[in-house]
């Protein structure tokens, strides 16, 4: 069964798009598995705290490390036997968002980081990845009127727009899908439900 990722910038939607495939693939009787990066695991979990923290410091590259040491917990203990078992999985975040967060946004080797991201991935794989495309000075009006920043948050905008930058960098690959985040929160489920159904057994 296919691997679906939720992807954007800080404030683009994917959270409200996400729970919306998920009531969706509810009502359908589509059995799933869900989590979110970084976390989903105890371990992962813990590591979110400290490194979304607004008081811990960490060098670019103690944060690359960080993010793939909850992301290499998450593919042995939950990805890999989930697809295993032939269920859907949707990610709330993948490793795009580290090309785009520490590649792009800390200015990280991208060969590099690769090298990296397929040692914790062991073989896993993305099939469609539904990035939520707003621009980010938008983006960074919403989650400022929903939220206080953690520590990645509160690098600003012009950090949030290299990593905007990642994600239209990656956006050329073939399992990435741009979804227009300014649209009609129901249009865009909808366009999202149509890709999820062409890669489901009927
Ligand atoms: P979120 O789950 O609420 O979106 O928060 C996760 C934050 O961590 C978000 O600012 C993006 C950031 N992040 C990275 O910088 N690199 C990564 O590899 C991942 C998965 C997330």
């Known amino acids: 069964?296919?691997?679906?990722?939720?992807?954007?910038?800080?404030?683009?939607?994917?959270?409200?798009?996400?729970?919306?495939?998920?009531?969706?693939?509810?009502?359908?009787?589509?059995?799933?598995?869900?989590?979110?990066?970084?976390?989903?695991?105890?371990?992962?979990?813990?590591?979110?705290?400290?490194?979304l923290d607004p008081s811990t410091q960490a060098a670019p590259t103690a944060e690359l490390f960080a993010y793939l040491l909850a992301r290499a917990q998450l593919v042995q203990e939950c990805l890999?036997?989930?697809?295993?078992?032939?269920?859907?999985?949707?990610?709330?975040?993948?490793?795009?968002?580290?090309?785009?967060?520490?590649?792009?946004?800390?200015?990280?080797?991208?060969?590099?980081?690769?090298a990296a991201i397929t040692?914790?991935?062991d073989g896993v794989k993305a099939d469609k990845v539904f990035w939520l495309n707003v621009d980010p000075a938008e983006a960074q009006r919403r989650r400022q009127a929903e939220r206080e920043a953690d520590r990645i948050?509160?690098?600003?905008?012009?950090?949030?727009?290299?990593?905007?930058?990642?994600?239209?960098?990656?956006?050329?690959?073939?399992?990435?899908i741009t979804l227009d985040g300014t649209k009609d929160k129901q249009e865009i489920n909808d366009e999202i439900w149509q890709h999820v159904i062409s890669c489901l057994p009927s």
Request: contains cysteine.
């Open 119 to 121: 040692i914790a991935l």
């Open 80 to 114: 890999k036997p989930a697809l295993a078992n032939n269920e859907i999985v949707v990610l709330d975040r993948f490793y795009q968002s580290t090309i785009a967060y520490q590649g792009y946004g800390l200015d990280m080797s991208i060969g590099d980081l690769e």
């Open 153 to 176: 948050e509160a690098r600003g905008l012009a950090y949030l727009e290299k990593v905007h930058e990642g994600y239209v960098g990656q956006s050329y690959q073939e399992e990435f």
């Open 1 to 51: 069964m296919p691997l679906f990722v939720f992807e954007g910038i800080d404030g683009c939607g994917k959270s409200t798009q996400m729970s919306m495939l998920l009531e969706r693939l509810a009502n359908a009787d589509r059995p799933y598995k869900t989590w979110r990066e970084p976390g989903g695991t105890a371990l992962g979990e813990r590591i979110r705290d400290i490194i």
